[in-house]
T-cell receptor
Framework: ETGVTQTPRHLVMGMTNKKSLKCEQH?????MYWYKQSAKKPLELMFV???????ENNSVPSRFSPECPNSSHLFLHLHTLQPEDSALYLC???????????FGQGTRLTVV | RKEVEQDPGPFNVPEGATVAFNCTYS??????FFWYRQDCRKEPKLLMS???SGNEDGRFTAQLNRASQYISLLIRDSKLSDSATYLC?????????????FGKGTKLSVKP
């Protein structure tokens, strides 16, 4: 069983759709993250949750809405996305503080 | 200056070669440093943490130079299976929470 699980693995959605990405971690971590990885760009940190509270929002458009109901689960709600939002969305978790993060397998999102 | 910079490569080396990557970071207050490996269309996986005293794991050696603000990864006796993109990650403090910031990655291709 992988430590960080993301679903779905692939998602194609229209610009008017609403969808959600799910992430679950089984590592006992207390911080969770959403990253976006586009072609030829570095991993971009989108959101950070520490102890279930959002502590960072790196100027992400409001069409992306995170939710962290408990320390093991993280969601990313999507609505009215643009084609340029097509990317690999990666969830990660860690212990709070300056420790390494472990990633889920990602959701490859295509907006049409 | 970008927060974390890497030479994107690609580095094309023959099997058995020794190859080294560098990664520079801009925040002198950065606390922790890591190397990740990412295979094509997969998630990043932690390769090793980088300690002040340097550390070695089999064919891989990581070094930290705080004075010059860079970390390095040395791979000895390269294998075909080492072909991947190597991402450096730096834990720094910005805003209210520390964040793990990634470089764009260096692509390595090991040829027979």
């Amino acid at each position: 069983e992988t430590g960080v699980t993301q679903t779905p693995r692939h998602l194609v959605m229209g610009m008017t759709n609403k969808k959600s990405l799910k992430c679950e971690q089984h590592l006992g971590h207390n911080a969770m993250y959403w990253y976006k990885q586009s072609a030829k760009k570095p991993l971009e940190l989108m959101f950070v949750y520490s102890l279930e509270e959002r502590v960072e929002n790196n100027s992400v458009p409001s069409r992306f809405s995170p939710e962290c109901p408990n320390s093991s689960h993280l969601f990313l709600h999507l609505h009215t996305l643009q084609p340029e939002d097509s990317a690999l969305y990666l969830c990660a978790s860690s212990h709070t503080g300056n420790t390494e993060a472990f990633f889920g397998q990602g959701t490859r999102l295509t907006v049409v | 200056r970008k927060e974390v910079e890497q030479d994107p490569g690609p580095f094309n080396v023959p099997e058995g070669a020794t190859v080294a990557f560098n990664c520079t970071y801009s925040n002198s207050a950065s606390q922790s440093f890591f190397w990740y490996r990412q295979d094509c269309r997969k998630e990043p996986k932690l390769l090793m943490s980088v300690y002040s005293s340097g550390n070695e794991d089999g064919r891989f050696t990581a070094q930290l130079n705080r004075a010059s603000q860079y970390i390095s990864l040395l791979i000895r006796d390269s294998k075909l299976s080492d072909s991947a993109t190597y991402l450096c990650a730096v834990f720094g403090y910005g805003g209210s929470q520390g964040n793990l910031i990634f470089g764009k990655g260096t692509k390595l291709s090991v040829k027979p």
